[in-house]
């Protein structure tokens, strides 16, 4: 795959635009950033004084209970009917009862329509309600954990969230004041219990004029972390529980938390009185909606300046690089061989001196090219004839030595009257003849395995059992196009180093594997091996660094010269990162991988 080559004057421009866009945005950024803490300030602020001014409301709330728990003590009738010392004949007891619960009903004509009951508890149940209830018969109110804390206490007491407990089937639920009741007359002496319960409803009507926008509200959580009230639409139970968490987590009175996929602002603030948290949400993406028009403003600016920056930046360029371009294209037609261009001189600057040596320089390589060029041309022919001729002794070298060797094994077979096998010997012989005659020095991989089998089948008659051989080629390389007699070379070597050195049975096994850039033919055989000497003393005469057109005594015996002269042909042919690589181990045989380009396919 070609790379892609951007030219200078693109890299400045990019580099340009980059660097004046990162400007920009930084900017632009850090503005908003700085613009968005203080509007998040200020709003903390904000919502802090609502949230505490709702605590205010809703404990001022809270006390006005609490003094209608103490309204007992402004009527003596009630005080007195309530202390049964004074009179405890039946009479006086029925209008005891009147007394008290007429008292209690009266109360509850104050427009609170959240007050739901107001008991008086004594060795009695007096009541007072709005909505008809039954108290339950039998009971033992004395057993409750808030009429114990009330007896214990000279103050009244708060009673979070709970079910109505004293009358039957209670299906609300309220918060209570309970206070006791001391006669006046001795004020050691406990008249009763006051119990007044009250819904949410106020509480409700309080927190319901706080407005925090959408998907904001008041959340009320007791010291249980029970949900007293909340009004935030989008929060479940679980959520509130996490809000409440993250609450307390914080040093300051406010902070922001993730909901369901959004962020919020929560502040607090402590009833002390009730031991309630009121806690304050509000939707961050309603208090960003007063920054999202500077913030889209000033990325409008920032796009509008970057657009004109990138006008100004490109007509500079065009101006100063203009010339550059001139000079540059020039070097292109000089690239492409044509030695007829001038650069233009129109200044006196760094330009200006570069095109004048430029000149020089062209008019320096039409004289070098015309005088060297019929020496490169002498040079590369005399080195393509060095290289045919060395191809060609090789070739001639081959022929011979294995023709002598086969017209032998006939000469032997055809006397000890084997004539089948002498028969079928020169039919192999033939195929490779006629194989070599009518070749150009090139062949198909197809043929040359043709030519390769008909070798090993005439070097298997000769050797019976003590030869066996495996090709297993690729049908894809069938078409592939190598030097003739590249691999029989090497399968001759396995034969000269298995058969002829040792008796027992030589396996040769010829295989390929293709890569994303290579050839690769592996030839395998189990013989004798070699060395590490030897085998790093044949490693070095392939790996020479000689040049290609440098001689090499290509007839000389042993040694490995059938590899050296493989090798050398493969590079010769394709190139100095092409060729051989040999392991061996001594007793164990030798393997032969020869490398060629898959480009040649």
């Not at 427009?111 to 709005?130: A, H, M, N, S």
């Not at 007509?315 to 070097?331: A, D, Q, V, W």
């Not at 009257?417 to 194989?435: C, E, F, H, W, Y």
């Amino acid at each position: 795959m070609r790379r892609i080559s951007w030219n200078f004057s693109l890299k400045l421009f990019i580099c340009t635009a980059l660097l004046t866009l990162t400007s920009i945005l930084f900017i632009s950024i850090y503005s908003y950033n700085k613009y968005s803490d203080s509007i998040m300030e200020q709003s903390s602020q904000k919502v802090q004084q609502i949230v505490e001014l709702t605590s205010l409301n809703i404990r001022t709330y809270l006390e006005d209970l609490y003094r209608l728990s103490l309204s007992p003590y402004y009527d003596q009738d009630v005080m007195d009917a309530l202390d049964k010392t004074i009179d405890d004949s039946d009479l006086k007891s029925l209008y005891r009862t009147r007394t008290i619960e007429d008292f209690l009903e009266q109360i509850l004509i104050i427009p609170r329509k959240d007050i739901l009951r107001v008991f008086i508890l004594t060795d009695e149940i007096y009541k007072g309600e709005r909505i008809t209830s039954t108290i339950k018969s039998n009971q033992d109110f004395t057993k409750y954990d808030w009429y114990k804390k009330a007896m214990e206490k000279k103050a009244p007491i708060f009673v979070s969230a709970h079910l109505e407990q004293i009358i039957k089937d209670p299906g609300n639920i309220v918060f209570s004041i309970v206070s006791i009741l001391r006669s006046t007359r001795n004020t050691d002496k406990i008249l009763g219990v006051i119990k007044v319960d009250a819904n949410y409803s106020g509480i409700s009507d309080i927190c319901n004029k706080v407005d925090f926008g959408k998907d904001g509200g008041i959340i009320i959580v007791d010291a249980n972390q029970q949900v007293i009230f909340s009004n935030v639409p989008h929060l479940t139970s679980d959520d509130i529980d996490d809000v409440y968490t993250k609450t307390y987590n914080g040093k300051k009175p406010y902070t922001t938390i993730n909901c369901n996929n959004k962020g919020y602002l929560i502040n607090k603030n402590v009833i002390e009185y009730a031991d309630w948290t009121v806690i304050g949400v509000t939707s961050l993406s309603t208090i960003n909606e007063k920054i999202s028009d500077v913030r889209n403003s000033a990325f409008i600016v920032a796009l509008i300046s970057f657009i004109l920056a990138l006008l100004l930046i490109s007509f500079y360029l065009y101006m100063f690089l203009s010339p550059l371009n001139k000079i540059i294209n020039n070097i292109h037609k000089i690239q492409e061989g044509d030695l007829d261009v001038a650069f233009p001189i129109k200044s006196n600057d760094e330009l200006g001196y570069l095109s004048s040596s430029l000149n020089n320089m062209v008019g320096e390589l039409k004289n070098m090219f015309k005088e060297n060029h019929k020496l490169v041309r002498e040079i590369y022919e005399a080195k393509y004839l060095q290289k045919e001729a060395q191809i060609n002794t090789l070739f001639n070298q081959i022929q011979p030595h294995f023709i002598h060797n086969t017209l032998n094994m006939i000469s032997m077979l055809i006397q000890s009257d084997n004539l089948p096998q002498a028969v079928n010997t020169i039919n192999k012989l033939s195929i490779i003849l006629r194989g070599l005659t009518h070749m150009d020095k090139e062949i198909t991989i197809s043929v040359e395995l043709q030519l390769l089998d008909a070798y090993l089948t005439i070097q298997k008659n000769r050797f019976n059992d003590r030869l066996n051989y495996e090709i297993h080629v690729d049908n894809e390389l069938n078409n592939y196009i190598i030097p003739a007699l590249l691999l029989q070379p090497v399968v001759e070597n396995s034969v000269i180093h298995g058969c002829e050195a040792k008796k027992e049975t030589t396996t040769i096994e010829i295989t390929d594997t293709i890569t994303d850039s290579n050839v690769i033919f592996i030839i395998k055989d189990n013989g004798v091996g070699m060395g590490e000497q030897a085998l790093i003393k044949l490693r070095e005469k392939l790996n020479t660094e000689k040049e290609i057109g440098e001689s090499f005594d290509l007839s000389a015996k042993g040694n490995g010269i059938a590899l050296i002269n493989v090798n050398r042909r493969i590079k010769i042919k394709y190139g100095i990162e092409y060729g051989i690589e040999v392991e061996s181990k001594e007793g164990i045989g030798t393997t032969v991988k020869i490398i060629l380009p898959k480009t040649s396919l």
